[in-house]
């Protein structure tokens, strides 16, 4: 009896670790030290940082993993792995500065995990900051074969004078909603019923041509670069928000500091289509939709109206649509103006 044949391919595992140093290799920045293989992965703090302060954020996936392990595609999650973490990040004003990844699965199929980590590369050099290193963990037993899920870690680096924390948003601020790509990666529990329940299939376009699951397994977009790019020129952006589990009504508040609320219109932005048609086929109430999906917007900015110009400017350079969605008034952290529950 050895290692192998309780279900742990040692040998197997060596030989993913040289498969994926060049996806890794790809996303290195100039602080980085030493090679990947090691304990723990070294970097030092950015250069021209007077007061640097380190901010650190952790996701993961969540339930699209079963739609992608389903579909045998596995290429796309890796990058909404980076992007759930760095997105994170952002919000304080940071600089996303290295990631590291956490893969537990039944038996390590190479082939799979390497698109995985294909994503994750991909996303964190569109996010600049480098894939630091991980772990794949190889559990028979406890995961089934052909099941794996992930976890992501991002450190990145801020002034500490530049940290947003919600002191800096004023009543009249505008909130600025940047369009997402999607469902991004959450609400698919739900998304998963509404498909189970009523017999539906993966295969089959809900509107258009695009099947469901490629609706459904289009990455979570990253706000890195267009967000950085604003800060960049100055926009003074007062307060920032990721849009993820329970939508606008949980996460905007959390960027508002005391004493301040967000008055919403949801007739300010197209809501895209897949969101009414889980809204109809699951007879979910549009209330419950707001509380559960990002309903077109991935990423709030709030800032003074006079910078919505320019910021809109620079967001659209991106490829990024961007609306005027609403106004922070005095309050005690409600979002008004969105459909009950």
């Not at 309780?6 to 920045?29: M, N, S, W």
């Not at 600089?95 to 964190?124: H, K, N, S």
């Not at 920032?240 to 500091?257: D, F, K, Q």
Request: contains cysteine; glycine residues 14%; aromatic residues 8%.
């Amino acid at each position: 009896m050895d290692y192998r044949s309780a279900g742990v391919d040692v040998a197997a595992g060596r030989a993913f670790v040289e498969q994926i140093r060049p996806l890794v290799q790809r996303t290195q920045r100039p602080e980085v030290v030493g090679q990947l293989g090691g304990f723990a992965g070294l970097c030092q703090i950015p250069k021209g940082y007077r007061q640097p302060l380190l901010v650190s954020g952790t996701d993961g996936v969540g339930t699209k993993l079963k739609i992608a392990q389903t579909l045998n595609r596995h290429n796309t999650v890796g990058i909404d792995l980076v992007a759930m973490c760095v997105n994170d990040v952002l919000t304080c004003g940071a600089e996303p500065l290295f990631f590291l990844d956490y893969i537990a699965c039944g038996r390590l199929a190479p082939e799979i995990m390497t698109a995985v980590v294909a994503g994750i590369a991909q996303g964190c050099e569109a996010a600049g900051c480098a894939l630091l290193g991980g772990e794949t963990a190889e559990m028979p037993g406890f995961y089934a074969e052909g099941v794996y899920d992930l976890a992501g870690f991002c450190v990145g680096v801020v002034e500490q004078d530049q940290v947003l924390d919600g002191t800096q948003v004023q009543v009249g601020d505008v909130v600025l909603g940047l369009a997402s790509s999607g469902l991004h990666s959450n609400g698919f529990s739900l998304v998963r019923k509404i498909v189970s329940d009523r017999r539906l299939s993966w295969q089959d376009p809900p509107f258009g041509n695009t099947p469901l699951g490629d609706l459904c397994l289009e990455p979570t977009r990253l706000y890195v670069q267009p967000i950085r790019a604003a800060l960049g020129q100055g926009i003074p952006i007062h307060g920032m928000a990721h849009i993820t589990g329970g939508g606008l009504p949980e996460n905007l508040p959390r960027c508002l500091g005391e004493g301040r609320s967000a008055e919403l219109d949801p007739q300010a932005w197209p809501i895209p289509p897949l969101f009414h048609w889980l809204g109809e086929m699951g007879n979910v109430s549009l209330g419950e939709l707001f509380n559960t999906f990002n309903m077109g917007i991935g990423y709030t900015v709030v800032l003074p109206a006079s910078a919505v110009a320019a910021a809109q400017a620079c967001f659209a350079e991106w490829g990024i649509e961007s609306w005027r969605i609403g106004t922070v008034v005095a309050g005690t952290g409600e979002v008004l103006g969105l459909p009950a529950a």
